[in-house]
């Protein structure tokens, strides 16, 4: 299981924004605890879904990206699709219900 890859304010927008598949952005801090729960249930997420790219931005590294899409609590997760966040969930939650709501709020991850 590979690390998730780190996404910087610098590189954001090409990276998520510009991106043709859809992106799940872990919004996280060394600090939060619900983030370190998280980080084993995004990596089989990534492992398991090439269709789905999966990376982590820390909001104390990377303050413009956070406060952009008002992300005030942690972890927060934003799935983006062709340059916009489509889904916001926010705290940790088990691999099953993240799959659940993410297919739920966004049906063209089911068909993917």
């Given at each position: ?65 956070a406060a952009t899409f ?28 993240l799959e659940r709501e ?11």
């Amino acid at each position: 299981m590979a690390e998730l890859e780190r996404i910087d304010d610098a590189h954001f927008a090409v990276e998520v924004l510009e991106s043709e598949e859809p992106v799940l952005v872990d919004f996280t801090a060394a600090w939060c605890a619900p983030c370190r729960v998280m980080k084993p249930v995004l990596r089989e997420i990534a492992d398991e879904r090439p269709d789905l790219r999966v990376v982590s931005v820390d909001v104390d590294e990377n303050p413009l990206t956070a406060a952009t899409f008002g992300v005030m609590s942690m972890p927060t997760l934003m799935l983006f699709r062709a340059g916009a966040p489509v889904v916001t969930l926010i705290g940790a939650r088990p691999k099953a219900r993240l799959e659940r709501e993410l297919a739920e709020r966004d049906p063209e991850l089911l068909a993917q």
